[in-house]
């Protein structure tokens, strides 16, 4: 969608279904379009540039777009731009970097990063209800993105002191995921997040690292079940069949991912990162979205979010060398 006016009746269209929202006063389709109307004349643009999707309410008088209260606001980007990159973020298996937005878009790197910083955050979905409320299958497995050699090897070691963990839950049934980057893997910080995103119906499924084991005993899921990936065993038979294969797949696409374009990554980014990636996860085809419906999700979890602008050069940059 390369047309200004033309993005902005699809967006307003999307997101104001009972008419335009005053973000000033709050009232609903008590506004009109204002068309015609120009910025103030630069040296660049010495008759002003027209500015598009503009509205005035009749209750307090004030102006307004659609940017206003979203992500969208603070950037003098075009929202043609912002559509296009959205839909190349969703639409991307991998990922889409920074540096490839910068490409394709032909936007400075400067708003490139900025875009994609602000478009992952809006990715970042809110809380979901308890994993497997209905009583399924839950599969939990983790994964360290560390420092420095033998972070892969750490992975049945309890505690550990490896920067980053990535645990990672998979709803057997619905096929959806959801990461959260852990300090440490004691059993202190483990329990409590399980409880607190699974529902007590769940039987959950591990391998058979020693954080795990005090799953059962805590007695707060239906069950809990693991295999003995270390012996081999990585299928167990029986009803419902106890392996973690789901969570691994989700694992090999991810790291194929994170491989490629995240070279440098602090934790923060990483928690970015891991949100995206279940997004685009849990909005597969598979489970019957495309990319347009992926894309639409996108910007209605858009709405309301407004972040502070943080530069590239203020990336905490740690290494990470994946095992
Ligand atoms: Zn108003």
């Not at 980057?181 to 690292?209: C, F, G, R």
């Not at 691994?248 to 928690?271: A, D, N, V, W």
């Amino acid at each position: 969608m390369h047309d200004e006016a033309a993005a902005f009746e699809h967006v307003e269209g999307m997101i104001w279904a009972d008419g335009p929202v005053c973000p000033h006063c709050g009232v609903v389709d008590k506004a009109y379009r204002l068309t015609g109307v120009r910025t103030k004349p630069s040296k660049k643009n010495p008759e002003g540039k027209v500015r598009h999707g503009l509205w005035k309410c009749r209750e307090c008088r004030k102006q307004f777009t659609l940017r206003k209260g979203t992500i969208f606001e603070e950037s003098h980007l075009p929202l043609h731009l912002w559509l296009q990159a959205i839909h190349l973020m969703v639409s991307s298996k991998k990922d889409i970097s920074s540096h490839q937005l910068h490409r394709v878009l032909g936007i400075t790197y400067k708003s490139a990063w900025f875009l994609t910083y602000r478009i992952r955050e809006c990715m970042r979905g809110g809380e979901l209800a308890g994993f497997c409320s209905d009583g399924g299958s839950v599969e939990v497995d983790e994964t360290f993105i560390g420092k420095g050699p033998g972070a892969k090897k750490a992975k049945t070691v309890c505690g550990g002191s490896h920067k980053m963990k990535l645990l990672t839950l998979v709803d057997r049934d619905t096929k959806c995921a959801k990461g959260i980057v852990m300090d440490d893997s004691k059993k202190s910080t483990l329990i409590p997040i399980l409880q607190k995103n699974i529902a007590q119906e769940a039987y959950v499924m591990t391998d058979e690292a020693c954080q795990y084991q005090g799953i059962g005993a805590c007695k707060v899921f239906e069950a809990h079940d693991w295999t003995n990936r270390s012996a081999g065993e990585y299928v167990r038979r029986v009803y419902p069949e106890v392996h973690t294969n789901t969570v691994e797949g989700f694992y090999s696409i991810f790291m194929r991912g994170m491989k490629g374009f995240y070279q440098h990554c602090g934790k923060q980014p990483l928690r970015c990162y891991a949100a995206e990636f279940d997004f685009r996860y849990n909005l597969r085809v598979a489970n019957g979205l495309d990319d347009v419906e992926r894309g639409s999700a996108a910007l209605r979890s858009a709405v309301g979010k407004r972040l502070t602008y943080r530069r590239p050069n203020q990336e905490a940059a740690t290494t990470v060398i994946l095992g």
